[in-house]
């Protein structure tokens, strides 16, 4: 059905901060029922464990953030002022780390996307990790969810594409570390503001 596979396990099984860079031009795919939503990721946050102090695993494991320790490749959803946040899991064997999708430029499904958001602006539908969590309809029924087969409701297609990187801290983070783990396709419109 697709014509790209979905990334496999050994994809996420690296550095977050080197996957959050790879993540970039990729295919983020969300089946809902028959009909297929997609969008190009355009912009990516990566979070390490105990010793990043904006991890969701900075206080140690808990019952929400579980999946953080578990094999890569699965979702980590959890909910931050009412939304959704998507993330992937991604890190070193016996390590611990995630990559948060933040924005994605909407490919397919457009008009239920449009429909799950009560919006007419394409260019406001997906730039910003709450925003694509609406428009794709994704909450905590899929966290743990595998990312690694295109048979799953939400997976991530290989795809080549060329693009500049930029980048910055993260987001709406009181502590951060002291490198930029923040990604983005420079000049991209979807990229949240």
Do not use: C
Not at 48 to 55: F, H, T
Not at 66 to 73: L, V
Not at 97 to 108: D, H, S, Y
Request: aromatic share 10%.
């Amino acid at each position: 059905m697709f014509p790209l596979e979905a990334l496999n396990r050994e994809f996420y099984v690296r550095d977050p901060e080197i996957v959050a860079k790879e993540l970039l031009g990729k295919r983020l795919v969300r089946k809902l029922n028959e009909i297929f939503l997609e969008g190009i990721i355009v912009e990516t946050e990566a979070y390490y464990g105990l010793d990043d102090p904006a991890s969701r695993a900075y206080h140690g494991i808990k019952n929400y953030n579980k999946p953080m320790w578990k094999e890569p490749g699965r979702t980590f959803i959890y909910n931050v002022h009412k939304y959704w946040m998507l993330n992937i899991v991604a890190h070193k064997r016996n390590k611990i780390g995630a990559v948060l999708i933040r924005a994605i430029e909407p490919t397919k499904g457009i008009e239920v996307m449009k429909r799950n958001r009560h919006i007419q602006n394409e260019f406001n539908l997906t730039n910003g990790p709450g925003k694509l969590t609406l428009a794709l309809r994704i909450d905590k029924n899929l966290n743990g969810a595998p990312v690694i087969s295109s048979k799953n409701e939400i997976f991530i297609l290989n795809n080549k594409m060329e693009r500049e990187i930029g980048s910055s801290h993260r987001i709406g983070v009181r502590k951060d570390l002291d490198i930029k783990l923040r990604f983005f396709i420079k000049g991209n419109k979807f990229v949240s503001k």
